[in-house]
């Protein structure tokens, strides 16, 4: 009996903490975890595209660099705004402002691709916004939305961190498709799968 008040009076006692803890997770972000398994897809799909462009190198260094950048790139827009120079601010900007805007990681996804026709080290380019488009995939259901032009926009689908899973799979689903067309050619997808299965 003198358990059960005890663990009555420490639940009374710690609730409140429980449900700020509860809260903050309920309104955070997308998950870090989640931004990294995403990150993972980007460079399996930027390694997949730098070696369709001939760019391997020797030990395929470029697919490599481009894998790397490519798991960098899906955390930058997020690391990007942390003003790592100051102890009394935390971001010298706004979270999810300039450093996710739509607009200047596609530009830059372009032309990085376009560069790979000329270049090796523009596929670590194309592999890095390969990741950072790949962040603002992840970022765009939930309700704070993503600056793709110039207002944000949502699809206001779930709120953050909450279906992480569905934003992993369907990473994984890409890197899948592009991976599957470019290093086995004229095999379908589905058809691999159901012979792994």
């Not at 001939?54 to 997020?78: E, M, N, R, S």
């Not at 699809?155 to 961190?161: A, E, F, Q, T």
């Amino acid at each position: 009996m003198s358990r059960a008040i005890f663990l009555h009076g420490l639940l009374q006692e710690w609730a409140p903490a429980f449900h700020r803890d509860l809260h903050r997770r309920a309104t955070s972000m997308a998950s870090s975890k989640a931004h990294h398994a995403t990150g993972w897809a980007a460079g399996v799909i930027a390694a997949a595209l730098a070696t369709h462009h001939g760019w391997q190198g020797p030990f395929h260094i470029w697919a490599w660099l481009a894998f790397v950048a490519g798991v960098a790139g899906a955390t930058a827009p997020d690391w990007l705004e942390v003003a790592w120079w100051s102890r009394r601010k935390r971001l010298w900007i706004t979270h999810r402002t300039a450093t996710h805007w739509g607009l200047g990681w596609l530009a830059a996804l372009f032309f990085s691709w376009q560069g790979m026709t000329h270049h090796p080290a523009a596929a670590v380019a194309f592999g890095f916004a390969c990741g950072g488009v790949m962040h603002l995939l992840a970022d765009w259901p939930n309700p704070l939305g993503v600056p793709w032009i110039l207002g944000r926009h949502s699809l206001k689908l779930w709120n953050s961190g909450h279906c992480d899973l569905i934003v992993v799979a369907a990473s994984w689903a890409g890197a899948w498709f592009v991976v599957s067309h470019i290093w086995m050619p004229g095999a379908a997808p589905l058809t691999l799968l159901r012979q792994l299965l």
